[in-house]
């Protein structure tokens, strides 16, 4: 069944490179419409030993059948690969790639909605230099105030790959372990908000892309 899901997929995506006006397309600069090559049974098994789950059914229907990453919604799929230390989503054949992510990373328990209520508990405690007494005294406290800020801010990444640059910061992730495993969510820090659902899978997220960019060259 998943195997039919991305039936022609691979042939519709990289037609669109030959249309007119596709180099006008959102995010075309960034991938050219090109795809990498598709993996093999053998590659995503290594790359689940290294994320240490399996990984979600959709997307590794897609890896199998469509291609390991290029072409894609945004600026394009950030790619699996393996190097010296282990396997990690990189942006082979992008422009603008999304940062990297290990998959010991991706494998990790996802839980931005968790830190949700901490990390706005933590915003409100924020240390204003009017409440101390002395300068140094404000520095220490705002420097341990920074320090668990950024730590909570990053921990809002474990669990989830970073699949697609936006621009401008944002970006697409695919959550990889827990209950939303396989949906996508999107990077919002840059408008001060967090990470947070986008409510589509990983086919859907995908073919809606396809499908818009397709009826826009026919027009």
Do not use: N
Not at 4 to 24: F, N, Q, T
Not at 79 to 104: C, H, K, N, V, Y
Not at 181 to 204: C, K, N, Q, S, V
């Amino acid at each position: 069944m998943s195997e039919d899901m991305w039936a022609g997929v691979r042939e519709r995506v990289l037609r669109l490179a030959e249309r007119s006006g596709a180099d006008k397309v959102f995010g075309a600069q960034g991938h050219g419409f090109r795809l990498g090559p598709v993996m093999s049974e053998e590659q995503l098994q290594a790359l689940e030993a290294d994320l240490g789950v399996g990984l979600p059914a959709q997307y590794r229907s897609f890896l199998l059948h469509v291609g390991g990453g290029g072409a894609g919604p945004d600026y394009g799929l950030m790619t699996p690969a393996l190097g010296d230390s282990g396997w990690q989503w990189r942006g082979i054949g992008l422009a603008f790639s999304a940062q990297p992510t290990t998959a010991e990373f991706a494998g990790r328990p996802f839980v931005a909605e968790e830190l949700r209520s901490e990390l706005a508990t933590l915003e409100a405690q924020e240390p204003e230099k009017d409440a101390f007494a002395a300068d140094e005294e404000f520095r220490r406290a705002y420097a341990a105030w920074d320090a668990r800020y950024e730590e909570l801010h990053d921990a809002q990444e474990a669990g989830a790959v970073f699949l697609s640059e936006q621009g401008c910061g944002y970006a697409s992730l695919m959550v990889m372990t827990g209950p939303h495993r396989g949906a996508i969510w999107e990077d919002l820090r840059p408008m001060d908000r967090g990470i947070e659902p986008t409510g589509h899978d990983f086919t859907y997220w995908y073919r809606s892309w396809l499908e818009r960019t397709e009826q826009r060259l026919e027009t």
